[in-house]
């Protein structure tokens, strides 16, 4: 039954990929990228390992070709954007889409094979240049490993698959080819910035970390293919027209679904944070989860990243806590505000990386702080000092009130991005996103605000106090 689905698919995928290689302005640019872009590659690695090896740097040299690798592979991927922006919304504008639009195929099926065909050229272009850039390199200087060489190859297929299914979404909502370049924009820079990591990562040699990069890019697919397929109407397609920057209507929207008719702050708490709550509940559980889960990787980093402690390093700490204590009534108002100021940015870059990567890279500032704390905590046991005693002294007084509110906050941010990846009928994607925002705002303002604001009264004016009384 599913081979018959999807026989339409593959039909309509293999006559895009037909029409593509028949259109010069599409293999030109690919196979100018194909063919001249890894020979300068494999001239500048010659080059740069002849010059390194003259210092002695072999670490760098034995590096420098997986990370040429990788360009060579992003390059001709980035032309997916191109071929994807015109799956639709150019061929509306030039109105050759309409009779397959008015065919008996299902949407998810049109979805699928538009996404196909627009995947399997750029990757095509890929695989042909980094294959060039290896056969060139060989007998000339060492080949990477079979593992390095497989990250690589992952890392190409997912960050082609991430940027051609982006570039399909925008294209099922643009209204025109130039709307759709403009915001292109918001898929190249992210992952221009994430090769950028990427090659820090594997200067670093820590390959582990760029399988994880890519088993998330391979989740932020999946949502994006998801976002896809649940927001892609062809009768909206066809009848779209021109969009206008309508501010007054998204206020609207925002307000309207930030009160919901609350008159009242007690009311609002009632109608808008309870209904909002009980909403989140799978998100928040699955960043309880999370939670737990980071902590437990920080204490198990002591193993590769142990710090040993001494007598001056605890004398300083009793020295701190004691100035800290002695001074309360000095430091109180402005400390406060300087935790309070600093936990809130930490939330506001949750949102941020949250929107960017509909709510996947939203998890990163809690798991990162927690991960952290653990790994602390672990330190503190490794070098056979009450762990326990220490996080109930340190962090238990604020991190009761302080933690909820950061797994609120990074919730509702998962929840956004559910809320785009899940159909809606009647509305388009940008009135989700805009709910979703008033959501988070509603979250925000009506608890993770008043509960940081408490976490930093307590962890200024009780936790130094608690501290001194337990760790004296």
């Known amino acids: 039954m599913m081979r018959e689905q999807m026989r339409p698919v593959w039909v309509i995928a293999l006559r895009e990929v037909r029409d593509q290689f028949r259109d010069w302005r599409i293999i030109f640019p690919i196979a100018a990228l194909t063919v001249f872009f890894p020979f300068l590659m494999t001239f500048t690695a010659q080059r740069i390992l002849r010059f390194v090896e003259q210092y002695g740097a072999n670490v760098v040299a034995e590096r420098l070709v997986p990370f040429l690798l990788l360009i ?28 397959l639009l008015n065919s008996p195929l299902k949407d998810w099926q049109i979805y699928f094979g538009k996404l196909i065909s627009s995947t399997v050229p750029p990757l095509f272009g890929s695989f042909l240049g980094m294959s060039v850039y290896l056969g060139g390199l060989t007998g000339r200087v060492p080949l990477p490993e079979f593992e390095v060489l497989a990250l690589v190859v992952v890392l190409t297929i997912v960050q082609a698959v991430v940027m051609v299914s982006g570039a399909v979404v925008v294209s099922t909502q643009a209204t025109s080819v130039r709307a759709a370049n403009l915001l292109a924009s918001f898929i190249i820079l992210p992952v221009a910035l994430l090769i950028q990591g990427e090659s820090v990562v594997m200067f670093w040699g820590d390959y582990r970390v760029l399988w994880l990069a890519a088993a998330g890019m391979v989740l932020l697919a999946g949502l994006l293919v998801r976002v896809g397929v649940a927001h892609f109407q062809r009768e909206e397609l066809l009848g ?41 509940r799978p998100a928040i559980f699955f960043a309880v989860v999370l939670a737990v889960l980071s902590i437990v990787v920080g204490t198990q980093l002591v193993r590769d990243f142990f710090i040993p402690l001494d ?33 809130v940015r930490v939330m506001l ?23 952290l704390a653990g790994y602390l905590m672990a330190t503190l046991g490794a070098n056979g000092l009450p762990a326990w005693q220490y996080t109930v002294a340190l962090l238990l007084p604020h991190g009761l009130i302080e933690i909820p509110a950061v797994i609120l906050a990074t919730a509702a941010v998962l929840r956004g991005g559910a809320l785009l990846a899940t159909p809606t009928p009647g509305k388009a994607v940008g ?14 303002v009506g608890l993770v605000l008043p509960m940081l604001l408490l976490a930093a009264v307590v962890e200024v004016g009780i936790t130094p106090r608690v501290a001194m009384l337990i760790l004296q």
Request: net charge neutral; no cysteine; glycine share 8%.
């Open 72 to 99: 060579v592979g992003f390059f001709p991927t980035s032309f997916s954007l191109v071929i994807a922006l015109e799956t639709f919304v150019g061929e509306k504008e030039r109105g050759s889409i309409e009779p």
């Open 240 to 280: 779209r027209d021109l969009d206008v920057l309508n501010l007054r209507w998204m206020g609207r929207v925002f307000w309207a679904q930030f009160t919901r008719g609350a008159r009242t702050p007690w009311q609002w708490y009632r109608l808008v944070i309870g209904d909002t709550l009980q909403k989140m």
């Open 311 to 343: 007598a001056n390093n605890l004398a300083e700490v009793e020295q701190r806590l004691g100035m800290v204590s002695a001074n309360w009534e000095a430091l109180t108002f402005r400390l406060v505000l300087l935790i309070f100021w600093q936990n």
């Open 349 to 371: 870059l949750t949102l941020v990386l949250g929107v960017l990567s509909l709510g996947i890279l939203g998890v990163l500032p809690m798991f990162a702080s927690l991960a």
């Open 431 to 444: 009135q989700v996103m805009i709910e979703a925002l008033a959501d988070w705002a509603a979250v925000f």
